[in-house]
Structure formats: structure tokens, C-alpha cells
């Protein structure tokens, strides 16, 4: 009997027993499908972060000063700007970045939004546009103005989508004025994306959030092929001023953007092993499934050997049938893993993956089912080809 022949067998065996065999194959659907699945979230997610990260422009560096060390040691905004000045030919715009969450209100409406506390050079370095009203002043950092700008996502939610500018607003519980509305970054506007947020002058967010010193500053390169050089003379300067590298934390976009892949990527293998716990207990399954076959149909193995089949043959015609059940898994898990991905992408917004996007995935979890199916067709395999002829003819 050629290999052809056993494949036909193998498919006719299985579309005679149409419910058992896809009973038998949803372990292995579930399985790969589920691969597919966890593998291109955590792809696309990756992506999106990318495509934010270089929104922003690949020449950011960020600055993060340790002050939980105990030393009292920091650094002033007016210090890291005179460095800045000194090293225009390197270095664009710096900018404090107060980070916090605020409770934002109008009228009977409120959320909870994030609130930056930035100077007027934060929205070039970050590539923002102030598309309505203006942007901050020198006098509105000076003066500590009750002045703000405010995201897509705030407009929509607070205003109804109508012009805020001139509007006033509570941030918590004190009352600012919108001057400016940012430009909508994401098609899907959200909470806690990047249209949610609100900025107001550092120096106002000082005092508002009780921060009296600055831990976090973001600087632009003047051009990406300046952002080592960059990134290393602001090293230098802080390591000038506090002596030891452990109270602070450089880094620039495209050292963070390795540090997600590198991130993603484990999350991404771990996710595929998970997964794959589920291939290993549907080939299990079909092992078991393989040895009721092989018992129902002794007496036909008893026939086939009385007449001359050798063991070879009746070993290749099972394992055959059992690597044929668990490819037939892997091919409708596919088909279900890459449209559930798709599915799931588009209504969370994220990217949809290609087919060659999730080549590796694809590839990787047919293989390995139809690897559990040999592997575990393997036993009842033998089985039926170590049987008797004589005590197979007598089996009823």
C-alpha cells in the first residue's frame, strides 16, 4: 500500500465518522488557534507601541532623577535648561514632565484624566500640535497661570465636542482655563490614550500636586543622528553633578524600544508555550481515540494481515490516519486563530496583522500538531500492527 493510498483511507476513516473525528480534532483547533491568538495580540501590541514611540519622533530622550535615594539631590529645570542652551548644536528642546492623574470637571461632568505638568516646548518634542487656541507662555510658566490645554478625548466628554477654548474647567478642585486643544492622535479616541490627557504650566503643577522638585524631564535631539551624542552628554552632566549614575536614568527612543521588543517578545514566547500545553493534551486525546479505532476495527486488521498485509503497512496506514486528523486540527485552527485575531485587532483598535506577519506562528503550530499527532498516534499504531492475525479474526 503507497503513502497515497493510506492518505485516502485516512480521510475516508475520518468523513465516515464525521462528529468523533471533529470531536477529536477540537483539542488540537482549540490548540493551534489559541497560538495564533495569544502570539499576534502581543504582535500587534508591539507594533502599535512602536508606531506610537516613533510618532513621538526616534530623537526623545528621557530623564528620570532617583530623589528616593535619600541624598536630597536634584536637579532644576532652570540647570538642565542652561545645559541645553549650551549644547543647542546637539540638543533641540527640554521640557519638565510632571506626571499625574486629575479629576477634571465641567459643569455636571467629570473624569479622570492625565495630567501633565509641561513647558511650551513639550509639544514640539513629543511631535504635538496645539491645533485650536495657542500654547503656553513664557508668562504662564512664570506666573504659575491657571491655564491648561486639553486632549481630543476631554472635548468629546466634557464638551460634547464644541469648542472649549475660553471654557472653565476644575482640575482637581481648582479652576483653570482651556487655552488650547491638542491635535487627535488616535482614530479611536479613548480613555487612557493618547488624546486622554491634560497639560497645564510646571510650575502651576508644582504646586498643585505639591511637587516641589522635578524628577522627570524630556529632551529632543536636534535631529535622530544627533540622539547618542545627546543622550550621552546629558549622561556626562549628570554624572557632573550627582556623582553616582544610580540617581538617575537616561534613555533615549530607541534604547526603550529594544527594551519593549525584548519584553514582548518573552511575553509572546511564554504565551505560545501556554498555548501549546493545550496541543499536547489534544494529542492525548487523540491517542485515546486512535486505541477505540484500533479495537473496533481488530477484526478488519486480522483480515488485512491474513492476506498478506505486512506490519509496516498496517503501522504506516494508523499513524497515517492519526497525523491526517491532527493536520485537518491545525488547518481549521488556523483558519479560526488568524480570523479571531483579525477580529479582535480591529475592534480594539490595534493593527491587523498580515499573513506574513504571523508566518512564524502559523508555521510553528501546524508543525507541532501534526508532531502530536504522529507522536501520539505512535503507540496505538503499534498496536494494531503487533496484532495476531489468528486472535484479531476471532475478536468480536
Given at each position: 500500500m503507497t503513502f497515497v493510498m493510506s492518505v485516502k483511507m485516512a480521510l475516508s476513516s475520518v468523513w465516515s465518522s464525521k462528529i468523533r473525528s471533529f470531536l477529536t480534532m477540537l483539542g488540537i483547533i482549540i490548540g493551534v488557534a489559541a497560538v495564533i491568538l495569544l502570539v499576534s495580540m502581543v504582535?500587534?501590541?508591539?507594533?502599535?507601541?512602536?508606531?506610537?514611540?516613533?510618532?513621538?519622533?526616534?530623537?526623545?530622550?528621557?530623564?528620570?532623577?532617583?530623589?528616593?535615594?535619600?541624598?536630597?539631590?536634584?536637579?532644576?529645570?532652570?540647570?538642565?535648561?542652561?545645559?541645553?542652551d549650551e549644547n543647542s548644536d546637539i540638543i533641540a528642546y527640554c521640557s519638565p514632565a510632571i506626571s499625574s492623574r486629575g479629576t477634571v470637571k465641567y459643569g455636571g461632568d467629570n473624569v479622570t484624566s492625565s495630567l501633565y505638568g509641561v513647558s511650551g516646548e513639550y509639544m514640539l518634542i513629543k511631535n504635538r500640535e496645539v491645533v485650536s487656541g495657542r500654547n503656553f507662555t513664557e508668562t504662564d510658566i512664570s506666573n504659575r497661570n491657571n491655564v491648561c490645554i486639553i486632549g481630543e478625548y476631554l472635548v468629546q466628554e466634557l464638551f460634547g465636542g464644541m469648542d472649549p477654548i475660553d471654557q472653565e474647567v476644575k482640575v482637581n478642585n481648582e479652576v483653570f482655563k482651556v487655552v488650547g486643544v491638542l491635535d487627535q492622535k488616535s482614530s479611536n479616541v479613548s480613555s487612557g490614550g493618547e488624546d486622554d490627557m491634560i497639560l497645564i504650566p510646571y510650575s502651576k503643577a508644582q504646586r498643585l500636586l505639591r511637587n516641589a522638585g522635578i524628577s522627570s524631564f524630556v529632551i529632543s535631539a536636534s535631529s535622530s543622528d544627533y540622539t547618542d551624542d545627546a543622550t550621552e552628554a546629558v549622561e556626562n552632566f549628570l554624572y557632573k553633578k550627582f556623582k553616582n549614575e544610580n540617581f538617575y536614568n537616561v534613555m533615549d527612543q530607541a534604547a526603550?524600544?529594544?527594551?519593549?521588543?525584548?519584553?514582548?517578545?518573552?511575553?509572546?514566547?511564554?504565551?505560545?508555550?501556554?498555548?501549546?500545553?493545550?496541543?499536547?493534551?489534544?494529542?492525548?486525546?487523540i491517542m485515546n481515540i486512535m486505541l477505540v479505532t484500533v479495537t473496533e476495527r481488530t477484526r478488519e486488521i486480522g483480515i488485512r494481515k491474513s492476506i498478506g498485509a505486512k506490519t509496516g503497512v498496517i503501522l504506516m496506514q494508523f499513524l497515517v490516519e492519526s497525523a491526517v486528523i491532527s493536520c485537518i486540527g491545525g488547518i481549521l485552527g488556523i483558519i479560526v486563530g488568524v480570523a479571531g485575531s483579525a477580529g479582535i485587532c480591529m475592534a480594539m483598535g490595534m493593527p491587523v496583522l498580515t499573513l506574513a506577519d504571523q508566518a512564524v506562528s502559523i508555521i510553528g503550530s501546524f508543525l507541532f500538531s501534526a508532531a502530536m499527532g504522529v507522536f501520539f498516534g505512535m503507540y496505538p499504531a503499534q498496536k494494531a500492527a503487533k496484532l495476531n492475525p489468528v486472535d484479531a479474526l476471532r475478536y468480536d
Open positions: 504582535s500587534a501590541s508591539t507594533q502599535q507601541m512602536k508606531t506610537q514611540l516613533e510618532s513621538m519622533g526616534t530623537n526623545l530622550i528621557n530623564v528620570n532623577i532617583n530623589r528616593g535615594w535619600g541624598s536630597g539631590r536634584s536637579v532644576s529645570n532652570a540647570e538642565l535648561q542652561a545645559f541645553c526603550m524600544m529594544d527594551t519593549i521588543d525584548e519584553a514582548l517578545a518573552s511575553m509572546a514566547l511564554l504565551a505560545a508555550a501556554i498555548a501549546g500545553i493545550s496541543l499536547v493534551v489534544a494529542g492525548i486525546g
